[in-house]
């Protein structure tokens, strides 16, 4: 699903931007990982972990 970034946000893709992006690992430990100025598409899928 594709979602327009409205307007009064979009300067926020104008420069560099650094992201972190945390979830929960299924034992309640954070999952933390860096972005620095990329082009970042998020999926939801509850089988697929990154490797430790």
């Known amino acids: 699903m594709a979602v327009t970034i ?3 946000h979009r300067d926020l893709s104008a420069g560099p931007v650094n992201l972190v992006l945390t ?3 299924p034992d309640g ?3 933390s990982t860096h972005f620095q100025s990329v082009d ?3 999926t939801f899928r ?3 972990r990154k490797a430790s």
Do not use: D, K
């Open 6 to 8: 409205p307007e009064s």
């Open 23 to 25: 979830t929960l690992m």
């Open 29 to 31: 430990q954070p999952q």
């Open 40 to 42: 970042l598409a998020v």
């Open 46 to 48: 509850y089988t697929v």
